[in-house]
C-alpha cells in the first residue's frame, strides 16, 4: 500500500481534478485505489459521485476518533475504486483537535487499521486530496504519507506557491515523518498555445528537474464538465485529450513508484 498526498495551497490549481482522475486512471490499470477525501467542500467526493445526502460517515467522523475509516470507505462507480467522502464538519475539527498531542498524527493512526479490515486489505494505493491551505488536515496528509505528488497550475503564481508548499515537506519531513518524499510535479491547465504555460513548465523544470511529470494535464473542457455528472472524466469521455493524459500519468506514477527506495521506518 502506497499512500500519495496531492497537496497544494493554492486553489484552483486541479487537485481534486487529479485527485479523482489519477485514482480512476490507476484503478483501470489494475490497481486498487482509495481516494480519502479531506477537503471540507467535499469535491472529490462529489465528483466520484457520492451524494452529500448519503456521507453518514465522513472523514470527520475518522479524524475525530468516531468512526474507523474502513466504516467510512464507499464504493465508486469505478471498478476496485472506493471513497471515504468529506463534509463540511472538517472545517471545525482543527479546533476540536488543537490541544491534543497526537493532533498531527490522526490520520497516520487509522491508517494502519486498513490493512486488517477484509474491504480495505487489497487496497495498493491511497490518494489524500488535501484542502487548499497548510492547515492541520494537511499537515495529517503529509504525516501519514509516503510522498507528496503536486498539481500545478500553469500561471504566474505557481513557483512562488510551490516554494512555500516545498518547504512545508521539508519541515514535515524533518519533526514529523522522515519517510515523506516529493513522488512528482504534475503541470495542469497547460496550454501549449500560450506562451506563460511554456515558460511556467521551463521554470519548473529548470527548478525541479525530474521530480516534474513528463505527462502534462492540458486545458481541457471534457475534464471540465466531467464533475458536474458525477464521474471521472475517463467515464465522461475516455477518448478526450485529458482522459488520456490522466492514463499516461498514472503508468508514470508507477513507473517512477518503482524507482523510489522503500520508505524509512517511521520515528
Known sequence: MRILALANQKGGVGKTTTAINLGTALAAIG???LVIDLDPQGNASTGL????RSREISTYHVMAGEA???QSVVPTAVPRLSVAPSTMDLLGLELELANLPDRAHRLRSVLQGLHTHPATQNITYILID???SLNLLTINALAAADAVLVPLQCEFFALEGLS???RTVDQVKTALNPRLEIQGVVLTMYDPRNNLSTQVEADVRGFLGDKVYGTTIPRNVRVSEAPSHGKPVLL???????????????????????????PAAAA
Request: charged share 25%; proline share 9%.
Open 31 to 33: 490497481e486498487t485505489v
Open 164 to 166: 512555500q508548499l516545498l
Open 68 to 70: 474507523s475509516l474502513a
Open 130 to 132: 488535501c484542502p487548499p
Open 49 to 52: 459521485g457520492i451524494d452529500r
Open 236 to 262: 465522461y469521455d475516455l477518448k478526450c485529450a485529458g482522459a488520456q493524459a490522466y492514463l499516461r500519468l498514472a503508468s508514470e506514477v508507477i513507473q517512477r513508484e518503482g524507482r523510489m527506495p522503500p
